[in-house]
């Protein structure tokens, strides 16, 4: 798979979602209204297990109130709690958006560390979150693997793997690098609303006809 293909992929996937009316992201959103490593890192955290209208909702208003992780700890762990409500699992990620803030303070000099390693030694900061920090934050190539990504990697015959982990490594081997970052953005879309992990709606899809459909046993 070279070059061309990945650009008439791309622009195939991007024309069927500007079909159904999707927007980007909710990190993508922040990213755009912060050029800031930082709210971009916090808004990530929130984002997990949340639906993109919540976390877009609740990083505007904790980022309303703070912007920086001194202003983080500036405010009590009920009152993010407070801001950050109803995304999922909202009493964890207030304690562990103090707890990034203080390690930021006290280990990186209050800035954001621009390498997934250190950014993986953050409180609950994995690879999913240190990739898209590094992405959209620094603007440094990483593939950013989730569920989404995994899914329909695999589901197209891009790859064969069994983890989120060993998909950011093989999709390293086949993509060109200049695709790495905004692979994550249009497939996190695109699963949600063509490629679901049920059912997927492959009559919306541009690829139905050469698609392998790997573990797909329903369409729509």
């Known amino acids: 798979m070279d070059e061309h293909y990945w650009d008439s992929l791309f622009h195939r996937f991007r024309l069927a979602l500007e079909k159904q009316g999707t927007i980007l992201p909710s990190v993508s959103l922040v990213a755009q209204e912060h050029d800031d490593p930082f709210r971009i890192l916090i808004a990530t955290v929130i984002s997990l297990r949340t639906k993109d209208a919540v976390t877009l909702k609740a990083s505007r208003s904790l980022?309303?109130?703070?912007?920086?992780?001194?202003?983080?700890?500036?405010?009590?762990?009920?009152?993010?709690?407070?801001?950050?409500?109803?995304?999922?699992?909202?009493?964890?990620?207030?304690?562990?958006?103090?707890?990034?803030?203080?390690?930021?303070?006290?280990?990186?000099?209050?800035?954001?560390?621009?390498?997934?390693?250190?950014?993986?030694?953050?409180?609950?900061?994995?690879?999913?979150?240190?990739?898209?920090?590094?992405?959209?934050?620094?603007?440094?190539?990483?593939?950013?693997?989730?569920?989404?990504?995994?899914?329909?990697?695999?589901?197209?015959?891009?790859?064969?793997?069994?983890?989120?982990?060993?998909?950011?490594?093989?999709?390293?081997?086949?993509?060109?690098?200049?695709?790495?970052?905004?692979?994550?953005e249009l497939l996190v879309r695109y699963g949600q609303v063509i490629c679901t992990p049920v059912s997927p709606f492959c009559s919306r899809c541009p690829e139905e006809t050469v698609c392998p459909k790997v573990g797909v046993t329903k369409t729509r």
């Open 63 to 184: 980022f309303s109130r703070a912007k920086t992780p001194s202003g983080i700890l500036d405010l009590t762990e009920e009152e993010i709690r407070k801001l950050i409500y109803p995304s999922g699992f909202y009493k964890t990620k207030a304690k562990t958006i103090r707890s990034i803030s203080r390690m930021i303070l006290e280990e990186f000099g209050g800035v954001v560390p621009d390498t997934q390693e250190e950014l993986m030694r953050l409180p609950g900061v994995g690879v999913k979150t240190a990739n898209l920090t590094l992405n959209l934050g620094f603007g440094i190539d990483a593939i950013c693997v989730d569920c989404h990504v995994h899914r329909i990697a695999n589901r197209l015959g891009w790859i064969a793997t069994g983890t989120p982990e060993e998909s950011e490594q093989a999709l390293m081997k086949v993509m060109p690098r200049r695709f790495w970052i905004p692979l994550n």
